[in-house]
């Protein structure tokens, strides 16, 4: 009795962490998009956003980037589920 009453509360703890698993969302860092998107500028000052969601849909997310003159500039990216990226400066 003892046995059956541990073995199904193990498959439930184990459903229970696969249900969790499942249900939280999946990120990219900042600083890996960087060096995904931006390896041919190094030594630039590019900073993406820090915590970018990816979805069925794909992932969209905005990096900062400071020119040689000191100057700011934003982009908007998005990439959708078939890879395709779509790069737009932000006024």
């Known amino acids: ?14 459903g229970v962490g696969a249900v969790i698993g499942w249900c939280a ?3 990219a860092r900042g600083d890996a998009l ?3 998107f931006f ?3 190094p030594g630039r000052a590019i ?7 990816i979805t069925a849909a794909g ?5 900062r980037a400071v020119g040689d003159d ?5 982009f908007a990216i998005t990439i959708d589920r ?5 790069e737009a400066p932000v006024p």
């Open 1 to 14: 009795m003892v046995r059956t009453v541990l073995g199904v509360a193990f498959i439930a703890t184990i």
């Open 25 to 27: 969302p999946t990120v």
């Open 34 to 36: 960087v060096d995904l």
């Open 39 to 41: 390896e041919a500028h």
């Open 47 to 53: 900073t993406c956003d820090d915590h970018v969601p």
């Open 59 to 63: 992932m969209a997310f905005r990096c």
């Open 70 to 74: 000191g100057r700011a500039r934003v």
């Open 82 to 86: 078939d890879g395709a990226v779509t």
